[in-house]
């Protein structure tokens, strides 16, 4: 029974059902099939492009989430804590998939809720559709401010936009494989430059370069 608690409380956490309470949470899921899943570190929960058929809530572990560039330009990871509800912003509209592969950083467990269960018993509840809401429109928001930005002066500043353009957050643990040459036609600069650039970062200990590419250990400092 505590177990059980444990789970619905991680739930009541989550932006999507804050607002409801214990009774609540609890007659919804009696009204839905409850999938609790079991995960090892590198089990992957969900691969990039599949149809979003189901809600996937993260109650437990950390989250790596690995975005593969369409045109096979760069693979950008990046590392999230407290990740809460897999894109559930993608269950909806007209392109209804995963915009990339989420995997476990460590063990966890993920709660997996039918699309359609989801809406006819949770979209009910008033609350639960503002949560909702709120959740799109902020991304929404997020991603006009991105496209809003001003000019980028330096190279540096491009490439930390390049980055947060393709990432969840501008926040926490990222890599990136991508060869030099194509970083450098990203943003619209010489290879020799964009090469300097990084080699000043990475003296200044805001990433590490390797054979394939760079590893920014806390992307705030770089953006």
């Known amino acids: 029974m505590s177990t059980e608690l444990t789970m619905f409380e991680r739930l009541l956490q989550l932006p999507l059902f804050q607002g409801l309470t214990n009774l609540e949470i609890s007659e919804l899921m009696s009204h839905v099939r409850l ?43 990046e590392k999230l804590k407290n990740l809460g509800i897999i894109e559930p912003f993608n269950m909806f509209g007209m392109y209804q998939k995963f915009s990339r592969t989420y995997l476990f950083d460590s063990d966890g467990i993920t709660l997996a809720i039918d699309k359609q269960q989801f809406f006819r018993q949770f979209l009910a509840r008033d609350i639960v559709r503002m949560n909702m809401l709120n959740i799109s429109c902020n991304k929404f928001q997020q991603t006009q401010k991105l496209l809003c930005h001003g000019a980028d002066n330096t190279i540096a500043e491009k490439i930390a936009k390049f980055i947060k353009a393709n990432s969840i957050t501008d926040k926490g643990h990222k890599s990136i494989d991508i060869n030099m040459k194509v970083l450098a036609d990203i943003v619209h600069e010489t290879r020799l430059n964009v090469s300097k650039t990084l080699n000043d970062l990475q003296n200044k200990d805001i990433i590490t370069l390797n054979r394939g590419g760079f590893i920014i250990p806390e992307v705030q400092s770089i953006i």
């Open 35 to 77: 999938d609790f899943v079991n995960y090892q570190a590198g089990d992957e929960i969900v691969g990039q492009d599949e149809p979003c058929k189901q809600l996937y809530c993260i109650i437990n572990g950390d989250v790596m989430a690995e975005y593969r560039d369409p045109q096979g330009r760069f693979v950008l990871r």
